[in-house]
Nanobody, 125 residues
Framework: QLQASGGGLVQAGGSLRLSCTAS????????VGWFRQAPGKVRKFIAA????????YYIDSVKGRFTVSRDNAKSSAFLQMNSLKPEDTAVYYC????????????????????WGQGTKVTVSS
């Protein structure tokens, strides 16, 4: 089970840190992905991190502003979001899936079997 938290209302240019905490799984061997769904739009992949933390990936629109990290000892992953823009407004989801390689990550929603419930991020202009 995954629990996403940390969303809220922030002004443009501000920062938020989202957390994704797992229970009931060997989180340390799960790759984690972050997705977001803006109002009226489909859910979209934005970032990923391998279970070893060696592999990370970001879509262009968040690269340089968002950073994924994880603390396997705490069964948690994080999405640090800086320089937020109104277009970042969305419900953010974390997802996890077992992976074989410490630097392997997934990018497609269909590759993940475990999802958090979503946390809403609103960026005002």
């Amino acid at each position: 089970q995954l629990q996403a938290s940390g969303g809220g209302l922030v002004q443009a240019g501000g920062s938020l840190r989202l957390s994704c905490t797992a229970s009931g799984h060997t989180f340390s061997r799960y790759a984690v992905g972050w997705f977001r769904q803006a109002p009226g739009k489909v859910r979209k992949f934005i970032a990923a991190i391998s279970w070893g933390g060696d592999g990370t990936y970001y879509i262009d629109s968040v690269k340089g502003r968002f950073t994924v990290s994880r603390d396997n000892a705490k069964s948690s992953a994080f999405l640090q979001m800086n320089s937020l823009k109104p277009e970042d407004t969305a419900v953010y989801y974390c997802a996890a899936q077992p992976a074989n390689g410490r630097d392997f990550y997934y990018e497609r929603a269909e590759d993940f079997n475990f999802w958090g419930q979503g946390t809403k991020v609103t960026v005002s202009s």
